[in-house]
């Protein structure tokens, strides 16, 4: 007599694993990774392996000692994504110490609080990275990180700090300060966080992931775009004091977030329609923020308020039964 083994659906299979799609987003951030080191130095690479290496014990030692889990989890490779994306959320300059707690908080509380991968309703590292704002704000405020210093070539001087172009945005426009230019935007010779300098390495990043199916369009679409089309309407009810909307696109983290921390499929929309919603609410949370709140940077405050609100986006947009079909 055969034994059937029944399980909860769904019941189609892919080739697609959860550590295949971990380490393929590791993959996708590793241009950013490289742009960064170019421009801050080999600190960035320091910073990275120490924020992968607290993120890979935390979740070793909660698993363990806490949870009483299955081990394995800690080898499918999301520990590894959440240190990398929590180092790209920080300055070059920033203390390991205050970046292992980053780490601590991401992991403990952002993920295995609630169970684990799977389970937990907001981004890790956006948790770690809104705890290290709130309880270290001299370090992480984006008003001296430091400024890139190509490591090669003639124009490589040595590291020294200013404000960074959303910085500028926010306070120093007023003050008669420049932003960079465009082109500088784009390939990443501005100040920053590590991540967040280089617009075309995190989009090679994103290109990527869409060819391997690791995500889909319309979470960036909808953020980039909905934050680009409002940009745009501020910029033209008042041209001196709201910047083009190309700057908003290119400045901070609106790239790395709409294309690696928005796109999270578990505190992410499950349809099509509500990933729409969500990346639309995205985008004017974080124009909203940029333009008229108290810090210069928006995205991980509406990433995360969009993610509480995911539930109530699956709910009210909701996919038909298996084998349901709709009628007239």
């Known amino acids: 007599m055969s034994i059937l083994t029944v399980s909860g659906s769904p019941h189609v299979h892919g ?6 799609i971990m380490w393929n987003v590791v993959l996708a951030l590793l241009p950013a990774l490289l742009v960064s080191i170019y421009f801050f130095g080999w600190n960035v690479l320091l910073l990275t392996c120490a924020s992968v290496a607290a993120c890979l014990l935390f979740e070793c030692l909660i698993q363990k000692y806490l949870l009483k889990g299955d081990m394995s989890t800690v080898y499918d490779g999301s520990a590894v994504v959440t240190g990398i994306l929590l180092a790209f959320n920080v300055p070059s300059n920033l203390p390991i110490w205050i970046l292992l707690l980053g780490a601590l908080v991401a992991i403990g509380v952002g993920k295995m609080t609630f169970g684990g991968l799977g ?12 705890f290290l704002f709130l309880s270290f704000p001299t370090n ?4 001296q990180w430091p400024l890139p210093h190509p490591m090669f070539g003639s124009n490589a001087v040595e590291a ?10 926010k306070h120093g426009i007023e003050q008669g300060e420049v932003l960079p230019n465009l082109m500088d935007m784009f390939t990443g010779a501005m100040g920053g966080s590590l991540g967040e300098i280089s617009a075309i390495a ?8 869409l060819c391997r199916r690791i995500i889909s369009w319309h979470i960036p679409v909808a953020f980039l775009g909905s934050a680009f089309i409002f ?10 004091l709201y910047v083009s909307p190309l700057y908003h696109m290119f400045a901070g983290g ?12 578990v505190t992410s929309p499950i349809t099509h329609k509500g990933q729409i919603i969500f990346g639309c609410g995205c985008g004017l949370l974080t124009i909203i923020f940029r333009c008229f709140g108290s810090m210069p940077e928006g995205v991980s405050f509406a990433i995360l308020i ?23």
Do not use: C, E, Q
């Open 306 to 328: 969009m993610n509480a609100i995911t539930p109530l986006i699956n709910k009210y947009v909701k996919t038909n039964k298996f084998g349901y079909t709709k009628t007239k």
């Open 202 to 209: 995190v989009l090679l990043g994103g290109v990527y992931m």
């Open 254 to 265: 609106m790239m790395l977030g709409a294309i690696f921390m928005a796109t999270d499929m």
């Open 15 to 20: 080739k697609m694993s959860t550590n295949k």
């Open 119 to 130: 389970k937990n309703p907001f981004n890790p590292a956006l948790v770690g990275r809104v």
């Open 140 to 143: 992480m405020a984006p008003s």
């Open 231 to 240: 940009a745009g309407i501020l910029n033209l009810v008042n041209p001196t």
């Open 160 to 169: 020294v700090t200013g404000p960074t172009s959303l910085n500028i945005m």
